[in-house]
């Protein structure tokens, strides 16, 4: 929005980046730039032309990227951090075993994956799905069930046996469930299972499952864990999943890639089918926990 900020960064004047769109709005015949005394705003066509040419240089750079690539390719993977510890990081051995010419980066955070911008190559997703403009494949459910660690005689926790003994223990929550339709919160689960005169919302919120779910496995509550979230810490035993009653999720898991799907870049083909496999052994090793306190 500053001709200014453009020329210095380009190393011209100012008058030569000025000159230079007045010639290419003249060969366009559209008006790119709204002109002010000291500041230029885009008009639509202009924010318009922007959105494409970026994604289009974006390209160009992916595209030159790949032509260059080294022998050992880099794979970056964007998730959200609570799926990255319980989930990816406990099994990417194996992928690497399989994969060693494959140098995976892991980045973890929650907001939409800008593949060309952020040069990703595959985002694994916690949501509802339909993203638009991308590719995306169902990866795993994510069923809900309370979680807590096992009780020991010396903690003073009474173990649980009944959905209602749940009012002498403190309720852990996390703002994954918040205002998402069709995802359980205790409120949910706790009328499914039959449980009533109960308050739903006492005990503390945790910005993340992840939080929460490592709250209760330092014996601090009861979360609702997300099924593939905590497979790998209730086949450990950190974990226990008192009841059988589970509920469905309207979110899953799901991959995501560009509207390409990475086409021609062998790791992100093998990768996606190690993901495939993995998942294909989550809901035995999820079961495995359910009912075991």
């Known amino acids: 929005m500053s001709f200014q900020a453009a020329a210095a960064q380009l190393f011209v004047t100012p008058a030569a980046v000025s000159h230079q769109v007045k010639r290419l709005e003249a060969h366009l015949g559209v ?3 709204h002109r002010g005394h000291r500041a230029v ?10 959105a494409s040419l970026t994604q289009l240089f974006g390209l160009i750079n992916l595209a030159l990227d790949r032509a260059t690539a080294p022998a050992h390719a880099d794979l970056r993977v964007s998730t959200m951090e609570s799926f990255a510890a319980k989930w990816l990081a406990p099994r990417l051995h194996r992928f690497h075993r ?3 010419e494959v140098k995976v980066r892991i980045e973890t955070g929650n907001e939409q994956a800008d593949f060309v911008r952020d040069g990703i190559d595959i ?21 809900v069930f309370p979680i807590c660690a096992p009780s020991r005689p010396d903690d003073g926790r009474p173990p649980l046996t009944q959905p209602d ?10 703002e994954s469930a918040v205002g998402r339709a069709g995802v359980p919160d205790w ?5 499914s299972a039959g449980v009533t005169r109960m308050d739903a919302t006492r005990g503390p919120v945790f910005s993340s499952i992840y939080l929460a779910q490592e709250a209760a496995i330092a014996g601090h509550g009861v979360a609702l864990g997300v099924g593939p979230l905590v497979a ?9 999943a008192p009841f059988d009653h589970v509920l469905a999720n ?18 992100v083909d093998a990768f996606c089918r190690w993901l495939r496999e993995e998942a294909a052994g989550v809901d035995s090793q999820t079961a495995i926990g359910v009912g075991a306190g």
């Open 31 to 33: 008006k790119l730039f």
């Open 98 to 100: 399989d994969h060693p």
């Open 41 to 50: 705003e885009l008009t639509a066509q202009g924010e318009a032309l922007a």
């Open 232 to 240: 790998e810490d209730l086949q450990r035993g950190r974990l226990i």
């Open 165 to 174: 003994e749940l009012l002498r223990h403190t309720l852990l929550h996390d």
């Open 123 to 143: 985002a694994l997703r916690y949501g509802p799905g339909a993203y638009t403009g991308v590719r995306t494949e169902h990866l795993l459910d994510a069923p």
């Open 187 to 191: 409120a949910a689960w706790l009328e």
């Open 250 to 267: 309207a979110y899953a898991f799901w991959i995501v890639r560009p509207p390409d799907g990475g086409d021609g870049n062998p790791a």
